[in-house]
T-cell receptor, first 114, second 112 residues
Framework: DGGITQSPKYLFRKEGQNVTLSCEQN?????MYWYRQDPGQGLRLIYY???????QKGDIAEGYSVSREKKESFPLTVTSAQKNPTAFYLC?????????????FGPGTRLTVT | KQEVTQIPAALSVPEGENLVLNCSFT??????LQWFRQDPGKGLTSLLL?????REQTSGRLNASLDKSSGRSTLYIAASQPGDSATYLC???????????FGKGTTLSVSS
């Protein structure tokens, strides 16, 4: 089955530690995205990548880093510089190129930092 | 800057009712508009995608319309069921950008 997997589903970390969230897709999509969701707020874009070895900052990139070494994988690292890291993190993918493309989402990772 | 607003924020209806969820956006230069469903603690499930050149899309009991000139979309749910209880999110893909811009969602509760 084609889809997007995120692991782990729940993640707990101590303040000051970096943590990496996994996102893998087998849809053969070029574009991948990371969003953050907080209670009562819409999803906000952290980073996106249109092609391997290239990525761009979204609206709230501070305190986060990404890599795109493979088409299928787009891991997100939450660094100790992120002031409020506790949130629900969602990864998505879509076809790339100019024009309209439907986005597909993974099941999410809930990160709790204490 | 594109802004997406969803009204109402929450809605409670008895089973069997037809209902309408509203979405508005400030910049009409969009590629498409997507409606998603999100169950508590879960990821997003795409319900309907309306291209900017289209007026509406239908899937089963769901019908979504798009009026780009007025910056509005509606999601119509016919004969609501308790299983429809979820948060419904509207998102637009800007022509100027590459990612989706989301509204805050409408949380629907359908009672049996």
């Amino acid at each position: 089955d084609g889809g997007i997997t995120q692991s782990p589903k729940y993640l707990f970390r101590k303040e000051g530690q970096n943590v990496t969230l996994s996102c893998e897709q087998n849809l053969n999509h070029d574009a991948m995205y990371w969003y953050r969701q907080d209670p009562g707020q819409g999803l906000r874009l952290i980073y996106y990548s249109q092609i391997v070895n290239d990525f761009q900052k979204g609206d709230i990139a501070e305190g986060y880093s990404v890599s795109r070494e493979k088409k299928e994988s787009f891991p997100l690292t939450v660094t100790s510089a992120q002031k409020n890291p506790t949130a629900f993190y969602l990864c998505a993918s879509s076809r790339s190129g100019t024009g309209s493309h439907e986005q597909y989402f993974g099941p999410g990772t809930r990160l709790t930092v204490t | 800057k594109q802004e997406v607003t969803q009204i109402p924020a929450a809605l409670s209806v008895p089973e069997g009712e037809n209902l309408v969820l509203n979405c508005s956006f400030t910049d009409s230069a969009i590629y498409n508009l997507q409606w998603f469903r999100q169950d508590p603690g879960k990821g997003l499930t795409s319900l309907l995608l309306i291209q900017s050149s289209q007026r509406e899309q239908t899937s089963g009991r769901l019908n979504a319309s798009l009026d780009k000139s007025s910056g509005r979309s509606t999601l119509y749910i016919a004969a609501s069921q308790p299983g429809d209880s979820a948060t419904y999110l509207c998102a637009v893909e800007n022509q100027a950008g590459t990612a989706l811009i989301f509204g805050k969602g409408t949380t629907l509760s359908v009672s049996s």
